[in-house]
């Protein structure tokens, strides 16, 4: 067969342009091999190929090289061309695809959920022996309507809408439509239009001029193809509704005393009653490191690929035929479904009793079905590792991997040693694989369950991974295990937050085309159209603490800009290394932080280093040789010496680079300090101007490259609509290289991103963006009416524009105020946590406002646990709540 590529695309002396593609004659992917496209003259390229007539199909995109350097490409999506029997010669007409402007509606929530299309009814099967076939992109067009064509051809329809043609959706977004080309001659005008699917009437013109069509005569056995337009849309602002939840949180009546995956398959039903079209919850990863309820934390998983145990749906998975223990977990599960919050150690334990039991019972079966062996396949790469370290943790009875003897070093073959069936591990190890098969499928199972019904379930991938995890594990020189990640002071926390995940060899990740992330987002794409990316600025820059701490003030910026001491200097500071650097404390500040424990703290744990000054003893010179001080005996008198003593540890005005060593890093918040308020008046304006330059100019440029090196080409290898979490000390180029990559960022009315402002203004939110009224880390919407009565009211009289004295609690009406003020912002997203959508009816939200918070970030030993009050088949049944959040979106024009 002959195949002619043409695209007009105009270059400058010394560019080419090259074609690579699924086929050998293409270099089957590979740049290098690439084939070079010949210049014709007035912007147009052209290749010519003969291919096999075994050929099925190709795919191919084009490429920009200047010096033998790959300059430009298109966008990812490929040129695709069916190659049939009837036709000899193709010749394809091209229009280099460009990143859309609306790329959201190219994600697999509106492809695959929001706007699925159906195969379509109406494709044309043309028997000619000259074919024209005409594809357009049109991601924004609406379940039940199609994309038509018409011009002025009788063939078209003559600009009749009535007779315009329909096109095929098989390949959404993207629509075709083949054309019989003896009965169309050349040039034509034609343009695309909206209809009814089944109705065929006219919904909408595209914008723009007619269309016109230039092409040579076809030949005998000729098929003609046009590819890579866009329609030309001019719509309103496509904005919609949903729910966050994290999904241990949900309750039904089947529930083990914890959301689980059946609770969410359920939980679509609710959502979409209500009108809304979205599902975001908590990451579900595993997270079992203790074996207790500090395992509750859903952002320090063990693995980025497996599901947490505690998620399958017993009722789902089967019964025991064993009546008498089939009857203790009946029991069991109504005991523990009463319970108001998350057991989490007794919920995991009988919930893994009982997978055990079934195990035995049907595991063996399950085991050797194709289904199973097709998931086995599919995932061994990480499924046999992540066995293998559960089964060495519960071995061990540790998570750190440097205690495991002779297997603190990951071996891949002792790991497929342990994986075959006469292992002395392969009973845990067979279990393993069970319950992960068992989570993928009842998690597949409500993924297809919520596209089925348009619901798009929004997955959230946290920054760090636990640094005792699988992956840090078998995959070491991915991290940096001398640091601990975390974040600085903000509204959430005055002394920062440390996670204590390791830090990221960005080096090395970059250096295999971040692969490691890739495979991350290829994972949470077989559940989720949509994804949050947790604390999106550490694709700029992390907040990296040194491991001897506990608290998050002392850490620092990486990668970042350290200053010399002579840029320091050059400020107007005098930099006394020793004086700056060093941890110490005034004795003038000692009954400020112990009170009446001065003088005990004094002779017990300081050491004088001056007449003045006092630093702390060897026993106690660290955050965390405090915290082992302190960590077994805990009541208010210890809690409040221990705290004194992390803030002398923390009194620096600057800190050493790990790497540089003669370069310095100002220390954040350092005006809250005692140190700071001991220098001279001069000294304070210079180390000022050297504070504001550093955080809020010196890194702008250098962590926007940081950003669009990482995140450009992750974006680009999922089809998952991407949101961040873009929350904190925001550098100044984030929302430029957000809105770049088109990544919807979070907006809060309570955490303003503008200085100056005590409230965001909802009214001119961006588009591409997540509106919400609070999430899993501040304090549900009730309960922050309560923490500051005077911001309360001013926020009462000047955002809600109301007189008088504000309530003493948030009332249904005014919940339901600020439900609408959110849901009529332009953001694209406006996702409620339920427990706010909760606070606009009395007949369901709970009287206990304060046990809605699910999680305290200043506490880093914080118990996840919290709970819906009511079961979803109640909340299906609140007939008065349901009809105010019907009410409110139908009026905010969200769909």
Same mark, same amino acid.
């Given at each position: 067969m002959k195949i002619t590529f043409n695209i007009n695309f105009y270059t400058v002396w010394g560019q080419k342009l090259y074609m690579v593609g699924s086929i050998p004659e293409l270099g089957t992917w590979q740049t290098g091999l690439a084939k070079e496209m010949?210049?014709?003259?007035?912007?147009? $390229?052209?290749?010519? @190929?003969?291919?096999?007539?075994?050929?099925?199909?190709? #795919? %191919?995109?084009?490429?920009?090289? &200047?010096?033998?350097?790959?300059?430009?490409?298109?966008?990812?999506?490929?040129?695709?061309?069916?190659?049939?029997?009837?036709?000899?010669?193709?010749?394809?007409?091209?229009?280099?695809?460009?990143?859309?402007?609306?790329?959201?509606?190219?994600?697999?929530?509106?492809?695959?959920?929001?706007?699925?299309?159906?195969?379509?009814?109406?494709?044309?099967?043309?028997?000619?022996?000259?074919?024209?076939?005409?594809?357009?992109?049109?991601?924004?067009?609406?379940?039940?309507?199609?994309v038509a064509i018409t011009g002025n051809r009788?063939?078209?329809?003559?600009?009749?809408?009535?007779?315009?043609?329909?096109?095929?959706?098989?390949?959404?977004?993207? $629509?075709?439509?083949? @054309?019989?080309?003896?009965?169309?001659?050349?040039?034509? #005008? %034609?343009?695309?239009?909206?209809? &009814?699917?089944?109705?065929?009437?006219l919904c909408y013109w595209e914008s723009g001029d007619n269309r016109v069509l230039h092409l040579m005569p076809s030949q005998e056995g000729e098929t003609i193809c046009i590819s890579g337009l866009c329609f030309q849309e001019n719509l309103p602002l496509w904005?919609?509704?949903?729910?966050?939840?994290?999904?241990?949180?949900?309750?039904?009546e089947n529930s083990f005393g914890v959301g689980d995956l059946r609770d969410l398959h359920l939980f679509v039903d609710w959502v979409k009653q209500t009108g809304q079209r979205i599902i975001q919850v908590l990451p579900v990863n595993d997270t079992t490191a203790t074996h207790t309820w500090m395992d509750s934390y859903p952002y320090s998983a063990i693995s980025i690929y497996a599901l947490h145990p505690m998620y399958i749906s017993l009722s789902w998975l089967g019964n025991l035929t064993d009546r008498e223990k089939a009857s203790f977990f009946e029991a069991k599960q109504k005991e523990l479904n009463n319970n108001p919050f998350v057991d989490y150690e007794s919920v995991v334990k009988y919930k893994n009793d009982y997978c055990r039991l079934f195990f035995e019972q049907e595991g063996k079966y399950l085991l050797e079905t194709p289904e199973y062996q097709e998931f086995f396949s599919a995932n061994d790469h990480w499924l046999k590792p992540y066995a293998a370290y559960s089964y060495f943790r519960d071995k061990y009875n540790t998570t750190d991997f440097s205690k495991w003897d002779g297997d603190a070093?990951?071996?891949?073959?002792?790991?497929?040693?342990?994986?075959?069936?006469?292992?002395?591990?392969?009973?845990?190890?067979?279990?393993?694989?069970?319950?992960?098969?068992?989570?993928?499928?009842?998690?597949?199972?409500?993924?297809?369950?919520?596209?089925?019904?348009?619901?798009?379930?929004?997955?959230?991938?946290?920054?760090?991974?636990?640094?005792?995890?699988?992956?840090?594990?078998?995959?070491?020189?991915?991290?940096?295990?001398?640091?601990?990640?975390?974040?600085?002071?903000?509204?959430?926390?005055?002394?920062?937050?440390?996670?204590m995940f390791p830090t990221y060899n960005w080096v090395n990740m970059e250096n295999d085309g971040f692969n490691w992330w890739r495979k991350r987002f290829k994972k949470l794409d077989d559940y989720f159209d949509s994804f949050r990316i947790d604390h999106i600025l550490g694709f700029f820059r992390i907040w990296e603490i040194p491991e001897e701490f506990v608290q998050g003030l002392c850490g620092h910026f990486n990668p970042a800009l350290p200053l010399s001491k002579e840029e320091i200097e050059h400020y107007g500071m005098e930099f006394n290394e020793a004086r700056l650097t060093t941890a110490h404390i005034n004795r003038q500040y000692l009954p400020e932080l112990f009170g009446e424990w001065a003088d005990k703290v004094k002779n017990t744990y300081l050491a004088q280093s001056s007449s003045n000054h006092f630093v702390l003893k060897p026993f106690c010179d660290t955050q965390k040789k405090i915290r082992q001080l302190f960590e077994h005996e805990v009541n208010d008198d210890t809690v409040y010496i221990r705290d004194g003593l992390y803030a002398i540890a923390n009194e620096v005005l600057f800190l050493r680079d790990p790497s540089l060593k003669d370069r310095f890093h100002p220390r954040i918040s350092a005006s809250q300090s005692c140190l700071y308020r001991?220098?001279?008046?001069?000294?304070?304006?210079?180390?000022?101007?050297?504070?504001?330059?550093?955080?809020?100019?010196?890194?702008?440029?250098?962590?926007?490259v940081q950003a669009f090196k990482r995140l450009t080409p992750l974006i680009a290898s999922t089809q998952m609509l991407v949101c961040g979490e873009d929350l904190g000390m925001i550098p100044e180029s984030?929302?430029?290289?957000?809105?770049?990559?088109?990544?919807?960022?979070l907006e809060i009315e309570r955490m303003p991103k503008e200085p100056g402002r005590e409230f965001s203004d909802l009214e001119n939110m961006p588009y591409l963006s997540v509106c919400t009224t609070s999430t899993h880390d501040m304090s549900p919407l009730r309960n922050w009416w309560k923490e500051d009565q005077e911001k309360t009211q001013r926020y009462y009289n000047d955002v809600l524009q109301r007189s008088g004295s504000a309530p003493e609690e948030c009332s249904s009406d005014v919940a339901r105020q600020i439900m609408e003020n959110h849901l009529n912002t332009p953001s694209m997203l406006a996702i409620i946590p339920l427990q706010d959508w909760f606070g606009m009816d009395d007949t369901v939200k709970q009287r206990n406002y304060e046990s809605e918070r699910i999680n305290e970030p200043a506490n880093p030993t914080h118990y996840w646990r919290y709970r819906m009050h009511v079961t979803i088949e109640d909340l299906m049944k609140a007939d008065s709540l349901n009809k105010k959040v019907i009410s409110i979106i139908n009026e905010s024009g969200r769909k």
């Open positions: 010949n210049y014709i003259g007035d912007g147009n $390229w052209q290749l010519r @190929l003969e291919v096999s007539p075994s050929v099925k199909q190709i #795919e %191919y995109r084009y490429f920009l090289s &200047e010096n033998n350097q790959q300059m430009v490409e298109e966008w990812e999506k490929n040129h695709r061309i069916i190659l049939d029997k009837q036709s000899e010669i193709y010749t394809l007409y091209d229009y280099w695809q460009t990143r859309p402007d609306n790329v959201a509606f190219y994600s697999s929530a509106f492809t695959k959920s929001l706007f699925a299309h159906p195969c379509n009814p109406y494709e044309r099967i043309v028997q000619s022996r000259k074919k024209l076939i005409i594809k357009v992109f049109a991601p924004r067009v609406d379940k039940n309507q199609s009788e063939l078209l329809g003559d600009w009749q809408p009535g007779k315009a043609l329909v096109l095929s959706c098989d390949t959404f977004p993207e $629509w075709s439509i083949e @054309l019989d080309a003896e009965g169309i001659d050349c040039p034509f #005008e %034609y343009k695309f239009l909206v209809v &009814e699917t089944h109705t065929r009437q904005r919609t509704t949903g729910t966050v939840i994290p999904v241990f949180s949900l309750r039904s070093t990951y071996s891949p073959t002792r790991i497929n040693r342990l994986c075959r069936e006469n292992s002395e591990a392969w009973a845990e190890l067979s279990f393993t694989f069970f319950q992960q098969y068992v989570l993928h499928t009842q998690f597949k199972s409500v993924a297809g369950y919520a596209r089925k019904n348009g619901i798009v379930l929004k997955g959230d991938i946290p920054i760090g991974v636990n640094r005792n995890s699988v992956e840090v594990w078998t995959e070491p020189e991915y991290f940096n295990m001398n640091g601990q990640t975390g974040a600085p002071p903000d509204d959430f926390s005055t002394v920062g937050q440390n996670w001991e220098l001279s008046n001069s000294d304070r304006y210079a180390f000022d101007r050297l504070y504001w330059d550093f955080f809020y100019r010196r890194h702008n440029d250098f962590w926007k984030v929302p430029e290289v957000m809105n770049k990559l088109q990544i919807l960022s």
